[in-house]
Each structure stands twice: as C-alpha cells, then as structure tokens.
C-alpha cells in the first residue's frame, strides 16, 4: 500500500510558475504508473498528466498544452509536477495518485483507475 502526501501549492500570479511535490511512503514505488489530477470548486475532477513507471514517458491532459511537465525520482519516492504559464483557471486542488489498472502508459485516463489519492494541495493563481 503506497501513502501519498502533496506538497508545493500556493498562491502565484498569472504567468507564474510552481513545482508540485508528492512523496510516497510504502512499497513498490517505482512499480506504478503515477498521475497527477486537479479538480477546482464545483468542477469534476481532471486529468492533468502521468509518467510511466521509469519516468521516460508521459501523457498529458489537452489543456495543459506544454505548459506542465511531470518527473519523478523512484530513488527519492517522488513524482514532480512543474507548472509554467500558470493561469487563473489552472486554481485547484492538485492531487497524485496510483495508476491500479496498468503498469503502462496508455491515452486515456479516469480517476476511477487510481488509488492512494493523496490530501491534495492548493494551487491559486491571481490574475
């Protein structure tokens, strides 16, 4: 069983960037496919991007557009979330989680495949 705590979020104006932590405890980390999600005030949860199991590949939501980039450390139990170009509909709450349906990257994505969600960490951006 993986624990997940996010760290990172806070309070940046339009334009900015922030670099998003989350650091797992438990084992088999580098066995899992890591995702990021964020889900704003009345809105559904959204798939922001995950990286494959060694960090070499990725896949992202539509909207990020090249503005985000995902890394992860399996030395250090850490997957990154980099956000560039921040604007102020990227405002949310930003969660990792655990890919429990594959261990390979694939195009879609659903919060229904993930597990070990962590507490998430706000992320505000001023306009």
């Known amino acids: 069983q993986v624990q997940l705590v996010e760290s990172g979020g806070g309070l940046v104006q339009a334009g900015g960037s922030l670099i998003l932590s989350c650091a797992a405890s438990?084992?088999?980390?580098?066995?899992?496919?890591m995702g990021w999600f964020r889900q704003a005030p009345g809105k559904e949860r959204e798939f922001v991007g995950v990286?494959?199991?060694?960090?070499?590949?990725?896949r992202y939501g539509d909207f990020v557009k090249g503005r985000f980039i995902i890394s992860r450390d399996n030395n250090k139990n850490t997957v990154y979330l980099q956000m560039n170009g921040l604007k102020p509909e990227d405002t949310a709450v930003y969660y990792c989680?655990?890919?429990?349906?594959?261990?390979?990257?694939?195009?879609?994505?659903?919060?229904?495949?993930?597990?070990?969600w962590g507490q998430g960490t706000q992320v505000t951006v001023s306009s």
């Open positions: 989680a655990v890919d429990r349906t594959s261990k390979f990257i694939r195009n879609n994505y659903r919060p229904a495949d993930f597990g070990s």
């Open positions: 990286v494959s199991r060694n960090g070499g590949n990725t």
């Open positions: 438990g084992r088999d980390f580098s066995n899992y496919v």
